[in-house]
Nanobody, 126 residues
Framework: QVQLVESGGGLVQAGGSLRLSCAAS????????MGWFRQAPGKEREFVAVITRSGETTYYADSVKDRFTITRDNAKNTLYLQMNSLKPEDAAAYYCAASSATSRAMKATKAVIDYWGKGTLVTVSS
């Protein structure tokens, strides 16, 4: 069992930055592919970014590429999402996710997600 707890959400003006964190506990953090997803009101939960177990490889949704950066610190059992140049359309609840599948699989489908956090809310004012 893995417990995931997100933090760092809040209200930010368009063009601003936020850094989300996801603290993991339970089974070995480094054995999981980790990712961030988001869900805006009335919309489906969508992929944002994923990082491999070692942290060497990352993938991003086109909508956040070059603005968001996903990283992980396996020694601290923590996943991060640095979000820059935020836009109103980035406003959503952001969820941390863990999977035993590959990063490509995690990018392709939510069906491979083993564990979800409860989310942290990001609000972007225009």
């Amino acid at each position: 069992q893995v417990q995931l707890v997100e933090s760092g959400g809040g209200l930010v003006q368009a063009g601003g930055s936020l850094r989300l964190s996801c603290a993991a506990s339970g089974r070995t953090f480094s054995s999981y592919t980790m990712g961030w997803f988001r869900q805006a009101p009335g919309k489906e939960r969508e992929f944002v970014a994923v990082i491999t177990r070692s942290g060497e490889t990352t993938y991003y949704a086109d909508s956040v590429k070059d603005r968001f950066t996903i990283t992980r610190d396996n020694a601290k059992n923590t996943l991060y999402l640095q979000m820059n140049s935020l836009k109103p359309e980035d406003a959503a609840a952001y969820y941390c996710a863990a999977s035993s599948a590959t990063s490509r699989a995690m990018k392709a489908t939510k069906a491979v997600i083993d564990y979800w956090g409860k989310g942290t809310l990001v609000t972007v004012s225009s």
